[in-house]
């Protein structure tokens, strides 16, 4: 998940989030500072740091935010000439090899659900996720805004639904006839 934190107090805005390459330079652009693990700002530009947060991240940590899990099939991504190959989505990384040998590392809050990643992607010089076929990840915790602009994107679960009532009589309904089973079976 891209858990974004923003606080406000003592005229200072601080913002904890994980990286992102698109943040560092547009947060110095609104005047921010790298300061003991989060980025700090003036609090009169607490709007503009919210903005900028939903632009690259989708969200700005706000609580009551409307998240979804999506499903999505994974690119054929190779990386540039000796730099690591990743798969952004939804203001967070999904997935990501760092050189040819090494196992492709999931981002936080993504699973396979279906294939999978080969090993031994790509060159040494431009590593590559490499993909079966048929490769399909799970993002968790998405912000429902961001979907729209995915279009391979397929919203699987989203958060706070109620529970399928139909499944959930038909499950009561064969639980309450085995129940009836097991009363005639005692009292015979």
Do not use: C
Not at 130 to 135: A, E, H, L, Y
């Amino acid at each position: 998940m891209s858990t974004v934190t923003i606080t406000t107090e003592n005229g200072k805005t601080s913002v904890h989030s994980p990286y992102h390459p698109d943040w560092p330079s547009q947060a110095r652009d609104l005047g921010g500072k790298w300061r003991g693990g989060a980025w700090v700002f003036d609090a009169r530009d607490e709007t503009r740091v919210r903005e900028l947060a939903r632009a690259v991240y989708g969200t700005d940590g706000s609580p009551d935010e409307d998240t979804v899990t999506v499903r999505l099939p994974a690119p054929h991504l190779t990386g540039e000439a000796n730099r690591p190959v990743a798969w952004w989505a939804f203001g967070r990384e999904i997935a990501a090899r760092f050189s040819r040998d090494e196992r492709v590392r999931l981002g936080d809050g993504v699973v396979i659900v279906s294939g999978g990643f080969e090993r031994g992607g790509g060159s040494v010089k431009y590593p590559s996720l490499n993909p079966k076929d048929g490769t399909v990840v799970e993002v968790r915790d998405v912000p429902r805004a961001l979907v729209a602009g995915e279009e391979d994107a397929e919203i699987v679960e989203e958060a706070g639904t109620s529970p399928d009532r139909e499944a959930l009589t038909a499950e009561r309904a064969k639980l309450v006839a085995r129940i009836a089973e097991i009363d005639a079976q005692l009292n015979a």
